[in-house]
């Protein structure tokens, strides 16, 4: 693990994505646990943070509105959206608020395969929090301070979010056989 991230005393995990993607969180959420024990780790989402927490109990789980911000869910996804930037402008600034005020040291964002972590990583950049993972073949400047180049081959979400967990150097949670949770093999191509 880079030595910045050994000092991580509060984490914000981001996923704006459709609820399905947010599901697939749970293998690499464990990891982040097992690799964090004692660090408190927030998962900001748009979905109703209840139904998730059940599937997610390694964390907390909060949503836009527990925050005080208002939004319309189906223009705050990121893989139905996108220009991330155009779905953020009217809220950007109350979530960099309530980002700022929760004092977190990194942040993770998590999109799904093709999709850009940059208008969230601005706006955690903006809200003060000095480390923000996110996996994108793009050039982004600083926005993000640690970048995951993703797989070329197209791989289930599930994978796509272990494989941005493992460039801090976060392993996937090794089940009682030895084995992994999850085999990082590519998907077979959809046929024409």
Not at 142 to 161: C, E, K
Request: charged fraction near 10%; hydrophobic fraction near 40%.
């Amino acid at each position: 693990m880079p030595d910045r991230w050994q000092t991580v005393d509060r984490l914000l995990l981001l996923c704006f994505e459709n609820w399905e993607a947010v599901l697939e969180l749970q293998t690499a959420v464990r990891s982040l646990r097992q690799g964090f024990p004692a660090t408190p780790m927030i998962l900001l989402t748009t979905h109703e943070s209840h139904v998730i927490q059940n599937h997610l109990p390694w964390l907390e789980v909060n949503s836009l509105q527990q925050w005080g911000i208002a939004h319309e869910p189906d223009r705050l996804s990121s893989s139905e959206n996108t220009n991330q930037s155009c779905a953020f402008a009217p809220h950007s600034e109350a979530l960099i608020t309530a980002m700022r005020v929760r004092q977190f040291s990194a942040a993770i964002i998590f999109t799904t395969q093709g999709q850009s972590p940059f208008a969230l990583a601005y706006l955690c950049y903006l809200a003060g929090i000095p480390l923000r993972l996110g996996q994108s073949q793009e050039f982004g400047g600083g926005v993000l301070s640690h970048t995951a180049q993703p797989s070329i081959d197209s791989i289930s979400t599930a994978n796509y979010y272990v494989q941005l967990v493992k460039a801090i150097g976060i392993q996937p949670v090794v089940q009682a056989d030895g084995s992994s949770h999850l085999i990082l093999q590519p998907e077979p191509s959809p046929s024409l």
